[in-house]
């Protein structure tokens, strides 16, 4: 099976039905996305696929065989952090950190279809949870990046 | 495409990869790695390179609360040290063993890193400032009186000179140190009290860091688990036929109380799990529902001989005497902590060195917890920190560590990765205690409350957890800000029935605080209220000259919230205010409530004054958490019981608020200095009454029980 990640073609041989989450993390070592409830509740495992979030943990690593297949670490390119990184850097958005990589993929999705997203389009594109609360920051990120008008 | 987590006897190997992989935090994996000849180190916790770089060790664990951050601020800010060249690593508890236990406690537990360690922490930064000023000092001839230090420089205004600590350190190292340095007023703080960027961010937004879920090792294999959905019984036996000679599959485990299939990726091993064939003993608890625990809790209420926690004047006598009594009863469900990074443990035993890689909350207890389960001496063990994937107080206790070791000892040799479902964690928890209280209290016409008994059943975290001796048969917890109360009341009577039942219990994020002020405010509010008397005035009535700080917090965030002004038609406002951690907190919500229970938050004002701030955006921060975390329960949370079993399982029936949820927060902090409080927590402690106080007011429905999902009231759209 072929899968596009991060702009680099990878091989491998695994179960079609086997979730993309644990084909990234397992076979892979790509760890960025992460297990939190294997049943596409909390979008811990968000990556987006030809740009759009899926919930890895319930998606079929055939399915997305010969697309483009982005995690958290190939958002950054040559060093520099995209505008969504920043901003969370810039606010201090995370706390513990671990859904932050689903939650800036989605913001990063968000943005790239609505570049100045009301508070009601937030609310709709941002369903991953988040335990230690950084809801408001996420919020205040997001109005950030569009505000500076950099494409996301 | 292979960056490994490893151990040290593969340093060399991880440095070279770790280089290419460029951005892997070589720290985070080689803790020894600093202690090279060439580094000058001037005390456990500061090492200075020549290019001015400043090492401060980190001793405790990182879950969200920003303590890596704010810990190393304190000894930089009395070391005169540059922030930005500041590098944080972690200390290691096989390292804190070798050194006597030059580190301290290393638990993050009960919002207590930095009140705790802020004397030491702070003390190692004066110290090695000392030492650099003597150092220049010699070198120049001067006396050491006539120094100063700034930004990370020794300075001899007189003769203009300076030297950077960089060039300092190796002469700085071989200065005798001080056993004690003056430390600085407050007023003089640079670092201490500035809103510091957190240094593990960048490598969050990045992917780079790495939890205890992502250790990496050569042949590495990984293990589901499942335990007796009945707490405490045993695998009567166990049938694997089926999914043995799976794609995979390496070996199913019978450990007893659980059952392991390890594979060589999770997933498979997980999806074995399911069909393995698991016939479970368990034990005379198998019938325990909601009904027997209110039944068992409820024979609290009325128990004779009960532990007392607090017995000023007679009270007794006082509400036998009384005009009027007013009673209530008030209960608080068990809760599920639900880290988003569920229990994980990596553990490789080879002949009897251990190395363990997990998210953990006591580095040292994941020590010593290690070694008794696999069989070796503690010196052969080594835990590597990870960041935490939150910890909520779950990753403390040591059940899921003690797991892995016994996975890993079943197949020595290899290493193993132990990863629980959601379901298994939901359902093998150590939950926030269930709690039954009630309160009597005899008040005047006048308002005067001359007497309060508070009786509470509830089972003993500290007795069955910790197995700790109970002080006159008191657990603290469990009486927590009740019996601590900061009214002035002259017959106060607290009392405790413990009352254990086989649902394990443990620290959840506020623990007892998160339950009894949300009572103990909720009924004050009764009896202002039926004193005919403002909330905010009748507490301030009831808190004297010895309750200084509740009463400073109270006015500070009524102030803020406009308390007393006018607000839209239909919006209302509750107050609440206790104690919590070492802090002191008071809360204001604005709720309007529709026909149809559909509850808004139009605003909540939460604040705290911690004593002394550290970084108060970081503060800020973690009142927003407080805030999430508080609400998710108030609203949804319940863990019920059917055949011995949680009925919940993952996030669809245990529901955490969302985003779209969120309603404003606004943050006051607000210092009163003089004193170290705790801020990961206590924000938590008056939201719960604060809202249901507001609901009162909206709707006059009094809120005697948790979750409000069980009062038909829902959580609107902010």
């Known amino acids: 099976m072929k899968l596009n990640v991060n702009g680099k073609p990878l091989e491998l041989d695994v179960e079609p039905d086997m979730p993309l989450l644990w084909a990234l993390r397992d076979e892979l070592d790509i760890k960025g996305p992460k297990f939190g409830c294997g049943v596409a509740q909390c979008g811990a495992c968000t990556v987006l696929l030809n740009g759009e979030p899926v919930r890895s943990c319930s998606y079929p690593v055939s399915a997305a065989a010969g697309q483009q297949v982005m995690t958290i670490e190939g958002l950054a390119s040559k060093g520099k952090l995209h505008p969504v990184q920043q901003a969370w850097v810039d606010h201090q958005v995370p706390q513990c950190g671990y859904c932050q990589g689903g939650q800036i993929l989605a913001a990063v999705a968000l943005l790239k279809k609505k570049p100045k997203p009301t508070d009601e389009d937030i609310d709709a594109a941002m369903t991953n949870i988040c335990r230690c609360g950084t809801y408001a920051r996420i919020r205040k990120a997001i109005h950030a990046v569009a505000a500076k008008g950099v494409r996301a | 495409m292979n960056p490994l987590v490893t151990s040290p006897a593969r340093r060399h190997f991880l440095q070279v990869s770790a280089s290419a992989a460029a951005g892997l935090s070589l720290a985070f994996y080689l803790p020894e790695r600093a202690q090279a000849a060439d580094t000058p180190k001037l005390n456990a916790w500061i090492e200075i390179q020549p290019d001015e770089t400043i090492i401060i060790r980190y001793a405790r664990a990182e879950m969200g609360q920003g303590s890596r951050t704010s810990a190393p601020m304190l000894v930089a800010e009395e070391l005169d040290a540059d922030w930005k060249n500041v590098r944080v690593e972690y200390a290691t508890a096989h390292e804190n063993l070798r050194q006597k236990r030059v580190y301290g406690d290393m638990a993050s537990v009960g919002s207590r890193t930095i009140r705790n360690s802020q004397a030491y922490l702070r003390q190692a930064g004066g110290t090695a400032r000392h030492m650099l000023v003597a150092a220049a000092a010699q070198s120049w001839g001067v ?33 005798e140190a001080p056993k004690e340095v003056l430390l600085k007023d407050p007023k003089d703080w640079k670092i201490v009290g500035k809103p510091i960027a957190r240094v593990d961010i960048p490598d969050i937004v990045t992917g780079k860091i790495r939890y205890g879920i992502d250790a990496q090792l050569p042949g590495m294999l990984y293990a589901a688990v499942a335990a007796c959905p009945v707490f405490n019984g045993r695998v009567k036996s166990m049938d694997a036929s089926k999914v043995e000679s799976r794609r995979g599959i390496v070996k199913v485990l019978n450990l007893g109380g659980f059952v392991a299939v390890v594979a060589d990726n999770w997933w498979r091993a997980k999806e074995a799990l399911r069909e393995v064939v698991i016939d479970w003993d368990t034990g005379e608890h198998g019938t325990l529902n909601n009904t027997a625990i209110m039944t068992h809790f409820q024979a609290g209420m009325d128990q004779p001989d009960v532990a007392v926690a607090r017995n000023d004047g007679n009270t007794m006598q006082a509400l036998a005497g009384a005009s009027k009594v007013y009673e209530a009863e008030y209960f608080t469900p068990y809760l599920a902590h639900a880290t988003m990074e569920p229990m994980v443990c990596t553990a490789w035993l080879q002949g009897d060195k251990l190395e363990v890689w997990t998210s953990t909350q006591n580095p040292e207890a994941t020590l010593a917890v290690s070694a008794a389960t696999a069989g070796v001496p503690q010196d052969k063990v080594m835990v590597y920190p990870m960041q935490l994937g939150g910890g909520l107080g779950r990753k403390s206790p040591q059940d899921f560590t003690r797991q892995g070791v016994m996975i890993a000892k079943a197949m020595a040799g290899k290493p193993v990765k132990m990863i629980w479902s959601r379901e298994e964690d939901i359902q093998h928890d150590l939950y926030r205690p269930a709690s039954l209280v009630r309160f009597k209290a005899a008040m005047d016409a006048s308002g005067k409350v001359d007497a309060l008994h508070i009786r509470v059943s509830a089972p003993s975290l500290l007795a069955t957890l910790l197995k700790l001796p109970l002080p006159k048969g008191v657990d603290g917890q469990a009486v927590a800000a009740l019996q601590d109360h900061p009214y002035d009341i002259p017959n106060s009577l607290v009392d405790y029935a ?91 919500c604005e709720v309007s409530v529709s026909a149809k229970g559909e509850v808004k938050i139009h605003r909540v004002v939460m604040g705290i004054d911690p004593g002394y701030v550290v970084n108060p955006d970081n503060i800020e921060a973690q009142i927003q958490g407080s805030v999430v975390h508080g609400l998710s329960a108030i609203f949804w949370g319940e863990m019920t019981l059917k055949d011995g079993r949680i009925e919940q399982s993952n996030f669809h029936d245990y529901r955490l608020m969302r985003l779209n949820e969120m309603p404003k927060v606004q943050a006051v902090i607000a210092p009163t200095g003089g004193f170290w409080g705790g801020v990961g ?32 009231l829902s959580l609107a759209r902010a």
């Open chain 2, 498 to 588: 413990q009352r254990n039942t086989n649902v394990p219990v443990g620290f959840w994020r506020t623990v007892g605080h998160s339950q009894n002020p949300y009572m103990r405010e909720s009924f004050i509010d009764e009896l202002a209220h039926a004193a005919g008397k403002d909330p905010l005035a009748f507490r301030l009535s009831l808190l004297g000259e010895k309750s200084p700080r509740d009463r400073s917090i109270l006015q500070a965030v009524a102030k803020a919230a406009n308390w007393g002004t006018p607000l839209p038609k239909g919006v209302f406002r509750g107050i609440a205010e206790t104690e919590g951690y070492g802090s002191y907190t008071a809360c204001v």
């Open chain 2, 681 to 712: 927590e206590p924000a938590q402690a008056p939201l719960a009454p604060a809202l249901a106080n507001a609901i009162f007011a909206a709707s006059g429905k009094r809120i005697r029980s948790l979750p409000l999902k069980n009062h038909g």
């Open chain 2, 143 to 175: 006396p050491a009186s006539q120094c100063s230090t700034a930004l990370g420089k020794v300075h001899h205004l007189a003769s203009k000179r300076s030297l950077s600590y960089g060039k300092l350190a190796a002469a700085a190292a071989l200065q």
